[in-house]
């Protein structure tokens, strides 16, 4: 059974510090991503990797970083946050190759005073 | 640029009635579309594919490239069936561009 964990399911931050979020697939999974998840808005892509070291803008890219040193683990950094990026953070992860089916995490819900 | 639209953000139909959730899309190239679904509590997980043409717990949901749409139906809804739902489109290979959602409220 595919998993897809992450480090925290609520957080609460203060404006201006730097925040890590973590997700870890066990599933050797190549493709992994973070979506803010927003209502009335939907998913939106923040990064996307597909390969150990390597990673993509997504649409909303602006105030955040990632990092993936090994296959199994995508960090999201927030170097400064800010209260407008209180939001639901959801990690995927998908195979490569043509099964594009994501696996979702269970979202870590981020509030930024 | 690609898009996805789902106009209605709030779907409420009672039990039996037969249910349609609709999505639009743009995109230059040729699509590849999915629905998602998010049960309360859960996680966000994959419902169908249009690739697969099938039927995955009574919804189908069928391409319709000249109208650009994907609009996911279900002939009887049942309450089980209660939950958002998300459309998706594929772009520039393994991106994903996810609609507003639409939830849907079956009603007894």
């Known amino acids: 059974d595919v998993k897809v964990t992450q480090s925290s399911r609520y957080l609460v931050k203060r404006t201006g510090e730097k925040v890590f979020l973590e997700c870890v697939q066990d599933m050797d999974h190549e493709n992994m991503f973070w979506y803010r998840q927003d209502p009335g808005l939907g998913l939106r892509l923040i990064y996307f990797s597909y390969d150990v070291k390597m990673k993509e803008k997504g649409d909303i890219p602006e105030g955040y970083s990632v990092s993936r040193e090994k296959k199994e683990r995508f960090s999201l950094i927030l170097e400064s946050a800010s209260t407008n990026q209180t939001s639901m953070y959801l990690c995927?992860?998908?195979?490569?190759?043509?099964?594009?089916?994501?696996?979702f995490g269970p979202g870590t819900r981020l509030t930024v005073t | 640029a690609q898009r996805v639209t789902q106009p209605e953000k709030l779907l409420s139909v009672f039990k039996g009635a037969p249910v349609e959730l609709k999505c639009n899309y743009s995109?230059?190239?040729?699509?590849?579309l999915f629905w998602y679904v998010q049960y309360s509590r859960q996680r966000l997980q994959l419902l169908l594919r249009h690739i697969s043409r099938e039927s995955i717990k009574g919804f189908t949901a069928d391409l319709n490239k000249g109208e650009t749409s994907f609009h996911l139906k279900k002939p009887f809804a049942q309450e089980e069936d209660s939950a958002m739902y998300y459309c998706a489109l594929m772009y520039n290979f393994n991106k994903f561009y996810f609609g507003s959602g639409t939830k849907l409220n079956v009603k007894p």
């Open positions: 995927a992860s998908s195979p490569a190759g043509t099964d594009y089916e994501q696996y």
């Open positions: 995109y230059s190239g040729s699509p590849e």
